[in-house]
Structures are given as C-alpha cells and as structure tokens.
C-alpha cells in the first residue's frame, strides 16, 4: 500500500480544515520555502478553501527562481563554448539579462542535453569520451547530497571530460536572513519536506528561539499541509512558538548524516548572492580543493554579461513575501508563462507561475 | 524541480534499486540514502537517487493520531 493516499483522506482533510477555519479569528500570513509545497496548495485546492484570514506566501523555494542573474550568464556563456552542457530541464528557459536562454542557445546550435540526474550527466561523459559536459548544478539540500555523490564516482574513473557548475542553495541561512529582515511579516513558516530530509530539524531551531517564529516541517499531501497550518495556527494564537517535525515518516530529527557527510565532503559552504534577497553569508556551496578539478568555473574562465536590472519584475519583492503576483505590473499582461520576463514565471514551481496557473 | 517522491523498491543489484510507483518504473542509485532498503520498502527518490527510506511505522501511527483526535497530541 502506497501510505500518500491515506494522506489525502478528504473526511480527514475536512476535519482539520473545520478546526482552522475555527481557530482563524484574526489574520495570519504563513509562507512556504518548497516548490512542491506552492504547487500542492494550489493544485490540492488547498489555497481557496482556506479561511480569508489566512494568508499564503510562497518564498525562496524553488531553486530556479532564486538563482541569481550572474549564474544564469554564466552558464549561457558556457553555452556559447565548444562544451555539452546537461541540465535539469527546468533551466531552460529561465532568461538571462539579455533575454537569451539556453532553450534559444539550443535553437542556434549550442549542445544541450535535458538529464534527469547528475549521474545521467557523468554517463553522458563517459559515453562522449571527446566531449567536455558540464552539469549545471542547481537545487538545495535535496539536490546538492546527488551531485557530490556523483563526483566521488567521478573522481573514481578514468575520463577528465566531467565537470560542474556549482550554483547550489541552502535553505536555513537564507531563513536566516528572512527571518532578520524588518520588512519580511510571515507568523508562521512551513518547513521543506525534502530539503529537511537531509538536514533534520536542528538547522532551523533558531527560528523560534530567536526570532519567535513557529515552524512546522511538513509533507506533501493535503493532509500533511493542512496539519501543518493548524499546528503553526496554534502556536501563533498560544504564543508559544517552536520548530515542529510534522513529517517523521520522511524525516528523522537528525536528518540523513550520511547524505550530510557525502555533501560536506565534496562541498563547503561560501557566501554567495540569491534573486531578490542578495548575498547571504555562507548560503551556497564550493567545491572543496580536492574536487576543483570538476569546477567548470576554473576549467573554461567564462566571462558572462553584467546583470542589468530587469526592468519592472518584481520577483525579489514576491520571494520575501513583500508582495504577491498579482500585485506586480507586468503579471499575466507581459509576463506570463509563455513569455516569461522573471524566473518565477518561468519554473512551474514559481510563485507567479502557479498564480498564473491557478487563479485565473 | 525540487519534486520528490516515495517509490516501491521491487529489486536491487549493487548500488542500483529498481523503484516503481503506479506503474512508472526507475532506476535509483542508493549512495546517499540512509540505510539500505529492502525489496518492498518506499523511498523517496529525488534527481535519480534514494534520499531515505519511509519510515511507514511512523505514517501510519501519524495516520492513527489523525484519526483518533488529529493528531495534535503527536506533535506536543
Ligand atoms: S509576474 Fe513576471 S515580472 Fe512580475 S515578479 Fe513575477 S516573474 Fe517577475
């Protein structure tokens, strides 16, 4: 028996729901860090059954969006070069200052491959002994633990035509530096499910011992994120915050260390610039000395173009909850799925996407 | 991209499980999942790997906690 459909019991959903339309007498604005979490709220109809006092706010949870215009030039001038480039599928369209993409490079010859996997990336080496391939490495915690596991493969075998582009996030600085923004107002945060499965619960202890926030790691099913909500509602009324585990089929309080060690063991972590909150000190990954041999970066130099402001996209205002969608100019009349002007648009998982999707 | 999901392990050969969910079929490598599955576990699989294996005690006495006063109890 697959356990995910128990997790969408609709009697059950139902029963919570009831509880926080009960308990919901004065606003409260909680903000989910997940692409899957925006898309489940939205496609599970969780966002219009919610009580009008509630609000949602998507924040910097999708690693596509949060990746700064510097990295997106970079790759695009990687693509410009005799090289391979493998990606996630979701980069492809994500534009950079000039409006290029890598969807357009591919168009005008440049080689590159969709992958599901670093390692299907590293296969595409092997198999191209001739070839250089450069793995563009976005995601997260969930994401970071695969490509560093990759590389000690690598690192293994024969062939020197694999390398990376590091440009990996990590979740607790950037709540960090949220939570210590005067101008960010969230009473309540949901926690990444899979992101957490990594990390366990302690990297987020500060929120609520710090700075009064409560926070729930939640899962993905109906149930999961209504629980959540009402356990966050809870602790808002109760003033009585804390970091809860809502999720321990997936996530153990300690989280994966041997997921940890395989990252920390490639990787360490320097301070590096987000979309729309700026460089945030020790939030994004290097590699460390022994693997800079796979640091595409040291490999082929590229000079990628100075970032310009992207006129009127407000995406760094939607990340930090300031705003949502709806309340940006160029939302659904310029900027829409089909022609994106911002990487929130582009991703299915951003928030304006999902606005886009769902709410029109 | 961040999409994760729980899998059924239907074989193993080294480093590789062969995962299955509603009739969608996969290969995973297992070097970074918490402990090693065994053929009928879940786990979650992100970008080609296992990240951990379901804890399916812990499901289904989440589910019972629900079931019983919502589970409010669980999480105090
Ligand atoms: S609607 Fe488009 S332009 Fe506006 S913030 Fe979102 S991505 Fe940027």
Redesign the pocket.
Known sequence: MNLSNEFRDPDLCRRVLEQIQHLADSPFRFMEVCGTHTVSIFQSGIKSLLPENISHLSGPGCPVCVTHDLEVNTFLALAKMDIRLATFGDLMRVPGSRGESLKKAQAEGAKVDIVYSAFDALQLAVNNPSQDVVFLAVGFETTAPTVAATLKVAAQQQGDNFFVLPMHKLVPPALQALASDPETRVDGLLLPGHVSTITGIEPYMFLAGDHNIPAVISGFEPLDILQSVLILLRMHREKTPAVINNYKRAVADQGNPRAMEVMQEVFKPVDTAWRGLGNIPGSGLSLRKEYLGFDAREKFQPAPVKPEA?P????G??LKGKIL?PQ?????C??TPAA???????STE???AAFFKYSL | MCLAVPMEVVSIEDNVAHVEVGGVKNSVRLDIVDQMPAVGDFVIVHAGFALRCLDRQEGLETLKLFQDGLGLELVK
Do not use: K
């Not at chain 1, 940006?328 to 659904?332: A, G, I, V």
């Not at chain 1, 994106?340 to 582009?346: D, K, L, T």
């Open positions: 992207n009127g996209c407000r995406c205002q939607v969608p940006c100019p160029l939302f659904s310029v900027c994106p002007v911002g990487p929130c648009m582009v951003g928030s304006c």
